[in-house]
């Protein structure tokens, strides 16, 4: 199993802040840290596993839409603020919408709260937080909404 | 191609989500410190917009005395290295007045030019005598003196091209010609990996700006066919000028460039070719011409010719060749030429001296022997890491290997345990490299001997094992069959 080895080819893109998300083992290590953040709450609450599905539904929203669609730019200065302008979400693959990275990073907050809903068996109020925080994450991520600031709110002066 | 263990990427992406959501934290609480205590510079805008400088505050600094060590001799095979302290966990670092005698396995100091040579220091200090430390001028005031233009000529000579026009610095040279060469209606295609002299000079140009995947024919061919075809951006008209970027030797990777196929693919579409030789002139080819000596191509073909004084020849500067109707145009039109300081006499002088020396224009064999040296040492000590078990990139006679450490811990402890046995590395991390593939650089030199070099083997192979990154399974020792029988176990 330690010697499961893949293989990196360098990419296209210049963006340092988000070419890593191209590589191998992202998308497994995303998983992974949510099934274990998933362990940890259930471990410090005591609480059902719904209640902790929910609370690891939530705490990624806010976490996924702070650094996804709320700051912008990248967090060194070697590329001279090219990307001020742009959050995380609009920068990965180069602006090109409905890439597979953008397909799996739709799905992920679906599922979540597909799983979450599941396993609190669709009671309020869990059902309600959990449908806004889908809702809000899914809108953010359609192609059209690409630059767009809905009434100036994250625009630039 | 890089090939990494899975479970050692999956720690590396766990490891900088830790990092960046300590460092998130903390900012959070000097934002609520700082709203409590309220700054004298009410009104004015803040200097650093937004999460710009995250990564130095909370990344960087907490292993800045890994980087930008100090040192207080000459860059030779061994150096002497100012040993520094902190007293508030890295923020700050203060020199102290030990100093540290170490192997010097980080410079740019291919042939050995670093430390005092005995024919190029005397002539060197024989122009700082006669001529000055600096020229005081640019080049079209009053900045040309003869050693300029012996200079121009004896690099010309060496690259086996008609003209060559210097300038003060090599980062300078890149971006002052790109902005000349292109300009908008134009594109440059240039290589994922180039050096960041060529992106800054390609962005400031105006220019259309696609990038092709690293070292890869098949898709700068697939590339020049798509933009050739569509034109210019928004009017499709067709392309005023098209060049190829490409360097030499990759200065992260250590890699040669695949030079025959991307010329022969210019010359089918018609696309100049830019090559930056900075790391590979004067290291690699028989005689030291660099990458088209060492992989067969007619420096005819490559239409531009870039290169700095800084790595082989012991001084600084930079130079393109090409032909006499490009260098002409260059002389009046590039900015480093007109407006720039001209190159210092006694580091023209030195570069001078250091070409005559590889030519074995001094008398003697030493620099037919300097060549020699530094591709037996590059060899033997790559295939050396390599049969240890770590992961080496950079093709056979690159005098550059970076040694992968992936993740992001690996980087200081390495950094620090190879300083404790006195041998000096470099470490490079994000956003220098990619996020994942954090290397330590080796630059072996022609300087190095044969004992310098087993006792780095020693320190890196007893270091390598503390800190765990000998990926690959190491090759076992071939067994002594001299005498002695080998005794089964």
Known sequence: ?157 | MITIPYITALTTYFSYGLLFAFGQLRDFFRKIFDWWSKSSLQGYAPICLGLEDFYVRRLYLRIQDCFNRPISSSPDAWFDLVERISNDNNKTLKRTTKVKRCLNLGSYNYLGFAAADEYCTPRAIETLKNFAPSSCSTRVDGGTTTLHVELEKCVANFLGKEAAIVFGMGYATNSAILPVLMGKGRLIISDSLNHNSIVNGARGSGATIRVFQHNTPSHLEKVLREQIAEGQPRTHRPWKKIMVVVEGIYSMEGELCQLPEIVAICKKYKAYVYLDEAHSIGAVGKTGRGVCELLGVDTADVDIMMGTFTKSFGSCGGYIAGSKELIQYLKYTCPAHLYATSISPPAAEQIISSIKVVNGEDGSSRGAQKLAKIRENSNFFRSELQKMGFEVLGDNDSPVMPIMLYNPAKIPAFSRECLKRNVAVVTVAFPATPLLLARARICISAAHSREDLLKALEVISEVGDMVGIKYFPAEPEKQQLEGDRVKLE
Request: net charge positive.
């Open chain 1, 1 to 157: 199993m330690a010697n499961l080895y893949v293989r990196a080819a360098p990419t296209t893109d210049l963006n340092r802040n988000t070419e890593w998300f191209t590589y191998p083992g992202v998308w497994s290590t995303y998983i992974l840290i949510l099934f274990f953040s998933w362990l940890m709450v259930l471990s410090v609450f005591a609480c059902s596993p719904g209640m902790a599905w929910t609370v690891v539904h939530l705490f990624h929203f806010l976490v996924t839409y702070h650094f996804f669609h709320w700051k912008k730019g990248t967090p060194f200065a070697e590329d001279q603020g090219i990307y001020n302008r742009l959050t995380w979400w609009e920068q990965i693959d180069s602006g090109k919408q409905l890439t597979r990275n953008r397909k799996f990073l739709t799905v992920v907050p679906v599922v979540l709260y597909l799983i979450a809903s599941h396993t609190t068996d669709y009671q309020h109020p869990m059902l309600f937080f959990n449908t806004l925080a889908v809702f809000v994450l899914v809108v953010a991520k359609f192609p059209h909404m690409h630059k767009v600031r809905i009434f100036g709110i994250n625009a630039d002066q």
